[in-house]
């Protein structure tokens, strides 16, 4: 089985001159833990003495792979890969991690077919409910893993959703005071509703949640984009502020707009079997080289043939 090797080269600026490896690493986000690792696999003296214009080689070595069993027959779609990260469109009716009931239909499981060869540790970084279809962020290694994890503490990994509620959510007006008022359903796109309050999980429930003012703070941005009166249905576009578990679904539900066909909170069939949620784009700066990148994946054939 083939080792996981990232490596880096490094050039030392003037201002690292006479300084320590170990702090020209920090500096570059590498964790303690990670500094530790790289110390005891490549025997490196983390106390050397650096010089400008000098060269560091970094090789981060993993041997460790995770115990998920490959499913070469699960369908997904690879949007983007390289050496740090994969950006895959995940169907819905997927889980992200096997679960219990869930030992070999998840991405987890796919992806493990996908790196059989190797030596893998599966590191998702952004997570999707089991029905909620779409982008979904994965780190290659232990380097770009510490980078995510501080980009998602911080904020900086921002994720939008499209989703499909019942109702027209113009109606919605009353929420913020501030929102013009429009005479024309065609002008009303990009309507702008805030929903911040807080969420917890329901007692006695181990996925269930609900708004309530004991609850971790939760803010989404909505956007109306279009209504679709003969079937009562509006598509509406969601900016996350926030990343608490089933934070759309319970929001909009909470406002009087809840996704369609949510098994949880909105059981409603008639147009779709499963919540009507899509995480449609993505927008991050690379780990390595802080390059803004965006990612976009399309409505699913099941919401579009509602709105089509």
């Known amino acids: 089985m083939e080792n996981n090797v990232r490596k880096l080269i490094y050039f030392i600026p003037k201002s690292f001159d006479g300084k320590y490896l170990k702090d020209f690493l920090s500096a570059q986000g590498y964790s303690n833990e990670l500094i530790k690792h790289i110390k ?3 025997g490196l003296d983390m106390f050397r003495i650096l010089h400008a ?8 070595i ?8 490959p499913n070469d027959k699960l369908k997904y779609e690879i949007i983007y890969e390289d050496e740090d990260m994969m950006i895959v469109n995940k ?5 992200i991690h096997p679960s219990q009931g869930n030992h070999t239909n998840t991405l987890g499981n796919a992806l493990a ?16 409910d089991r029905d909620t279809s779409g982008v979904c962020l994965i780190a290659k290694n232990k380097f770009s893993a510490s980078i995510f994890a501080e980009h998602i503490s911080k904020n900086l990994i921002k994720r939008s959703y499209l989703g499909i509620v019942k109702g027209n959510v113009y109606n919605a007006l009353h929420i913020n005071p501030n929102l013009k008022e429009f005479n024309n359903l065609n002008d009303m796109a990009d309507l702008e509703i805030v929903v911040d309050t807080p969420i917890k999980r329901v007692d006695d429930s181990t996925i269930e949640r609900c708004v309530a003012p004991d609850g971790d703070k939760a803010i989404t941005k909505v956007f109306g984009l279009k209504y679709y009166e003969k079937k009562d249905l509006s598509l509406c576009k969601f900016i996350l502020l926030t990343g608490r578990t089933h934070q759309i679904r319970v929001h909009m539900r909470h406002i009087g707009f809840p996704i369609i066909g949510d098994f949880l909170y909105n059981p409603d069939y008639t147009y779709i079997k499963r919540q009507a949620l899509h995480s449609s784009e993505l927008l991050m700066n690379h780990p390595i ?10 409505l699913p054939d099941d919401m ?4 089509r």
């Open 113 to 128: 077919s996908h790196f059989k060869n190797q030596n893998f540790v599966y590191r998702p970084i952004t997570r999707l």
């Open 53 to 60: 214009g000098e060269d560091i080689k970094i090789e981060i």
């Open 304 to 307: 579009n043939e509602i709105i």
């Open 40 to 42: 005891n696999t490549l």
């Open 289 to 298: 080289t802080h390059e803004m990148m965006r990612f976009d994946a399309k």
């Open 91 to 95: 169907p819905a009716d997927m889980p």
């Open 62 to 69: 993993e041997n460790e792979k995770s115990d998920i069993e």
